[in-house]
């Protein structure tokens, strides 16, 4: 059974802060990667994606990725009351099945 | 403007009722996904499609049926099979299937009355 795990959380820093958010995953073959946003009571909205080894950077958002650790992390810098939400980590396999694997998600709580 | 739309937003069922949901996306996306979401949990796989007339059961297919005779539209019936039907209802497209992020629709919320 292929799995995406993350840290349920609640997960509290303060505005301003940088919040750290972690996703590990079980499928050594596993080639892309996502973070998406959910509000409560809304859908999920794609805020980075990755796909290979390193640091990629977006506005306030770094996604991190480190295949050999099977290891992906969200980094949100200078943190913002708006930000509070759940995020959830997503991997695509790229197997016959090709579909995502969600986390059951991070709640993140910025406290102004 | 390009995206995915579910109807109806919320949706009631008596028990014993079979309710269907709509999803349809303007994307030209060949892959379509049903996911259901329970308070505090995650997505959980439904159904998914890669292509017209074909479809795969995900990780809790049992009480639903999809279709797809068409690209564009992959509705998903939930039948009196399935026994605790209340949950928030997701459909995603992506435009193929390997690394490529899925787009959400904005949902049904399914309420056993």
């Known amino acids: 059974q292929k799995e995406v795990e993350q840290n349920s959380g609640p997960l509290s820093v303060p505005e301003g802060a940088i919040a750290s958010l972690n996703c590990t995953y079980s499928?050594?073959?596993?080639?892309?990667f996502f973070w998406y946003r959910q509000y409560s009571g809304k859908s999920p909205e794609l805020i980075m994606f990755?796909?290979?080894?390193g640091d990629k950077e977006d506005g306030r958002f770094t996604a991190q990725l480190n295949k050999a650790s099977q290891y992906v992390s969200l980094l949100i810098r200078d943190s913002q009351p708006s930000d509070s939400a759940t995020y959830l980590c997503?991997?695509?396999?790229?197997?016959?099945?090709?579909?995502?694997?969600f986390g059951k998600g991070t709640k993140l709580s910025v406290k102004p | 403007d390009g995206g995915i739309t579910q109807s109806p937003k919320y949706l009631f069922r008596k028990e014993g009722q079979n309710v269907t949901l709509s999803c349809e996306q303007n994307?030209?996306?060949?892959?379509m996904y049903w996911y259901r979401q329970d308070p505090g949990q995650g997505l959980r796989l439904i159904y998914y499609?890669?292509?017209?007339?074909?479809?795969q059961k995900g990780d809790i297919a049992e009480g639903y049926s999809v279709s797809r005779e068409k690209k564009e539209s992959f509705p998903l019936t939930v039948t009196s099979a399935q026994k605790n039907p209340t949950a928030f209802y997701l459909c995603?497209?992506?435009?193929?299937?390997?690394?490529?992020?899925?787009?959400f629709g904005q949902g049904t919320r399914l309420t056993v009355v």
């Open positions: 995603a497209s992506t435009r193929e299937r390997k690394n490529t992020e899925a787009f």
């Open positions: 997503a991997v695509n396999t790229g197997g016959s099945q090709g579909n995502l694997i």
């Open positions: 499609s890669q292509i017209v007339n074909d479809f």
């Open positions: 990755i796909y290979s080894n």
């Open positions: 994307l030209n996306h060949d892959a």
């Open positions: 499928d050594r073959g596993s080639q892309s």
